[in-house]
């Protein structure tokens, strides 16, 4: 019997045969891990190891800034659909008032007390409010529908008797005779309308407000709060029916006010429209609804000194009476807000506002910016220090409420009504041509970063309300610019005249 001899050869399996891919896997392994990790950790608590200062903790193991100021149900979703923030928020550390912000308990005494100071001495100080007059009457629109002639007519306030149009001229089916609050009942069903007009006249220091209107948005809690703010802080959300029919039906308000109640630090405001069978806002876009809060604060809380409005996709991560100290009253300002992270001139964020449909009417754009260049809009330029942009975020305001952060606030919601809601077209257009001026701190991206997160709206189907026209966004020619108002401007800003 003969031998057969068989030679098995062993082979490697065929992926251990590529070095590249060997090397591939490798990398994969070894990089998996701190993806999901920056993937998913949160971007506030990156920013707190980067700053000291963030977020503010109390010694007191037992205060509110140690406990978590809402338990959100799973469902609700508050804290998805994170922005990364899209600088290093190491590299340029914020400064406030000269220092950076401490988490030491004596630094926040020191900020509450002075803050508490400002609001109670207010005659003797530099801070007392200032008288602005405003109209009253009724009109067919909520900010009287104003012609360009007549809005411009008040921008040179220097008469204090003057009356200027602030808002609130549309009829409401809940009036008191009298009653400045009559003027804007629209907005809070008659059960709880004393309650809620005793709380906002009672806010006479520092008032935070935001609002979601068709449920664009989640309700998120402000973090880094210290011990004493929500004892000495007013905190308002305002939302409309389908906001309230979403977090009804998450029993989110389930609070102890009912209707009325609180969700964590916020107050929830619920505008309706009341009785008789008109159940509308004042505007069918919901976007302008939220401008009547987000410009009007002075207004809604006629006794608050300073506010800080939050839109909310954003929340906070620095105590609000710290931003009030640090970027209003310690810095002589009227307002603070954040510098655009990109555009400098107005007419950059109008073709970023056609190209990308934050507003659906082109043509509406163009006639606005048109009436602005006729009416003297100037590109950003160094003359203009210490502005340091003519487009900002808007996304936080800090205000000082006085003659001309009011009047500010008054020029620029007629303006808004007029044309549309996106309040950085008109932006540099009020702020420079009014008079007084108003001080302004526009302070860097990178700061704002620092003392918010910011968040994705609710995804919507359809334009997510922006609003005007739609179908295909015609791109600009060279023929478009021609005999425009706009073409010194335009040349201007490229740098192709100094004219």
């Not at 399996?13 to 999901?36: E, N, R, W």
């Not at 006249?201 to 520092?206: D, Q, R």
């Not at 976007?287 to 954003?314: C, E, Q, T």
Request: proline residues 5%.
């Amino acid at each position: 019997m003969g031998w057969v001899r068989m030679r098995v050869r062993v082979r490697s399996p065929p992926v251990m045969q590529s070095k590249l891919l060997c090397l591939s896997l490798l990398y994969l392994l070894t990089t998996l891990p701190l993806a999901l990790y920056v993937s998913f950790s949160d971007p506030a608590s990156a920013a707190s190891r980067c700053l000291v200062f963030l977020p503010f903790r109390s010694s007191a193991p037992s205060s509110a800034a140690s406990a978590a100021l809402f338990e959100y149900p799973r469902e609700y979703g508050e804290h998805k659909h994170a922005i990364p923030a899209t600088r290093a928020l190491c590299s340029d550390p914020a400064v406030f008032s000269g220092r950076s912000l401490s988490v030491r308990e004596g630094h926040y005494k020191t900020v509450l007390e002075e803050i508490n100071k400002l609001c109670r001495n207010l005659s003797a100080s530099p801070y007392a409010k200032p008288a602005l007059r405003y109209q009253n009457g009724r009109r067919n629109s909520f900010a009287g529908n104003l012609s360009t002639v007549e809005r411009r007519s008040f921008f040179n306030h220097t008469d204090s008797a003057v009356e200027i149009p602030c808002g609130f001229f549309k009829e409401f089916p809940v009036r008191e005779s009298g009653d400045f609050f009559g003027q804007f009942a629209f907005f809070i069903e008659e059960k709880i309308l004393v309650a809620h007009r005793l709380a906002m006249e009672k806010c006479n220091g520092v008032v935070v407000a935001s609002a979601i209107f068709n449920d664009h948005d989640k309700i998120r809690q402000p973090k880094g709060l210290g011990s004493e703010t929500l004892r000495t802080v007013c905190f308002f959300m305002f939302i409309d029916d389908a906001t309230h029919r979403v977090l009804a039906s998450h029993n989110i308000l389930a609070g102890e006010r009912g209707e009325a109640g609180t969700v964590g630090a916020w107050r929830v405001a619920r505008l309706v429209a009341g009785a008789g069978g008109d159940h509308r806002l004042p505007y069918e876009n919901p976007a302008m609804n939220g401008v009547i809060v987000k410009y009007l604060l002075h207004r809604l809380f006629p006794n608050a000194r300073f506010s800080v409005w939050v839109d909310a996709k954003m929340q906070l991560t620095v105590d609000p009476l710290l931003l009030v100290h640090s970027f209003v009253a310690g810095k002589g300002a009227d307002m603070a807000v954040s510098k655009h992270p990109f555009n400098l001139h107005t007419m950059e964020e109008a073709i970023a506002t056609a190209r990308w449909r934050k507003w659906g009417d082109v043509d509406a754009i163009r006639a606005q910016m048109e009436t602005y260049c006729r009416n003297g809009l100037q590109p950003w330029s160094p003359i203009k220090l210490p502005y340091p942009s003519d487009v900002p975020d808007t996304a936080i305001i800090i205000r000082r409420h006085g003659l001309a952060s009011d009047l500010f606030s008054c020029l620029l919601f007629n303006e808004l009504e007029a044309f549309n809601p996106r309040d950085q077209l008109a932006f540099a257009y009020v702020r420079d041509q009014m008079s007084p001026k108003v001080i302004m701190n526009m302070f860097d991206v990178e700061v704002f970063e620092h003392i918010a997160v910011e968040y994705r709206h609710n995804l919507k189907r359809g334009n997510g309300g922006a609003g005007g026209k739609q179908g295909i966004t015609r791109m600009a020619s060279s023929g478009d610019i021609a005999g425009s108002s706009c073409e010194r401007y335009l040349l201007k800003m490229w740098g192709e005249t100094t004219k």
